[in-house]
């Protein structure tokens, strides 16, 4: 069977881990959905282009790599931070405007402007003029709202006990009841406009500020990383990957960049002939029920399951009501492992100076 081999370099990488989040751990190798969807980015497919990829390799070290990383606190804090001003409050991204950036570790007020750096003075006074708003409505709630009501539940009070001296169907409790209907419905009327003014004039224009602070994060990063890569498509297909491969740019993050080795059309073949069995130098991701059925064998240990991590690796995925389902793979990534007959996408690509142990999922 005829499939595309490539092979690359890259100084370094960072597979991301999809649940690690203060250390973006990694994985040894990248997984399926990342390097199929680098294949389609180099292509500029706007489709998927159904394939099956066999990940192997190996890398030098590892070491963690500091970074800042940019996160939105809970609440609009007054002394710290970020002041900014999102473009859409519905929405926390990258599009929002600075306003100040407090500048000491403690005592630093916005509205006071007590140690910070103005980054936007219209947009300051805009905040300021907010949070004496919301100070002003608290006043006005407290001097003339409150007492208002206080008024009405004391008139109330007078108008239960009056009701509880007159008969049930008399004129004067229908009376009774009757005022006691429209304080309950002045109350609501003047609670419902208070609330409609303060979300209008004070809410919404509030919560779109919010307060940005940087954290200390670390990713971890592989060094002098080496992928040998086997694809199995359709010939149109792997042909376009072939000639559109010096546009991949990237593997893991944007600043992980590849240097293409070799991309060329390679056979592979499901019988090794007068070889005993092929010894991969490189450590790959391998189907779990290979390991399981003990088609892969440890190098020194014929018939014996080969170790190492167990992983559930993204493919490819579908949409389904806005969401990506991916299909997941079950593999060992495992090491130092041989093989001697071909079975279930086990394959061998034999080489002169090189043989390539290959599993496609």
Do not use: W
């Not at 950036?101 to 005592?107: D, I, L, Q, R, V």
């Amino acid at each position: 069977m005829e499939v595309l081999r490539i092979i690359l370099t890259q100084s370094s990488a960072n597979y991301k881990k999809e649940e690690t989040i203060l250390n973006k751990m990694t994985y040894p190798l990248p997984p399926f959905s990342t390097v199929i969807g680098a294949l389609h980015s180099a292509c500029d497919y706007k489709e998927y282009h159904p394939m099956d990829i066999s990940i192997q390799g190996k890398y030098e070290a590892m070491h963690k790599e500091p970074y800042t990383d940019y996160c939105f606190l809970n609440s609009t804090m007054n002394d710290r931070g970020i002041l900014v001003k999102m473009k859409n409050q519905s929405l926390l991204s990258t599009v929002f405007d600075k306003v100040a950036k407090a500048k000491a570790s403690t005592g630093n007020n916005f509205r006071e402007g007590i140690t910070i750096e103005v980054m936007n003075k219209e947009l300051l006074e805009e905040y300021r003029e907010l949070k004496n708003l919301s100070e002003k409505i608290v006043e006005f709630k407290k001097d003339r709202i409150d007492k208002v009501l206080g008024l009405a539940k004391k008139r109330k009070k007078i108008l239960a006990d009056k009701k509880k001296n007159c008969e049930i169907n008399s004129e004067a409790f229908k009376l009774i009841f009757k005022r006691e209907k429209q304080i309950k419905e002045l109350e609501k009327t003047i609670k419902d406009r208070l609330k409609e003014y303060k979300t209008r004039e004070y809410d919404i224009p509030y919560s779109r500020f919010a307060s940005l602070t940087t954290s200390l994060k670390y990713y971890e990063v592989l060094n002098n990383v080496e992928l040998i890569l086997h694809i199995k498509s359709d010939k149109k297909t792997l042909t376009e990957i072939r000639d559109n491969i010096y546009n991949l740019k990237s593997i893991g993050r944007s600043e992980d960049f590849v240097d293409v080795r070799e991309a060329c059309f390679v056979e592979v073949v499901d019988e090794i002939g007068d070889n005993n069995e092929v010894i991969s130098e490189y450590s790959a991701y391998i189907s779990y029920k290979l390991i399981k059925n003990e088609h892969i064998n440890l190098r020194s240990k014929k018939g014996t399951s080969a170790d190492g991590t167990k992983y559930y690796l993204n493919k490819n995925y579908i949409i389904q009501e806005n969401k990506r389902i991916f299909e997941k793979k079950k593999v060992v990534y495992a090491s130092d492992y041989s093989a001697e007959e071909g079975s279930d996408d086990l394959y061998f690509d034999i080489g002169k100076e090189k043989s390539y142990i290959v599993n496609f999922n």
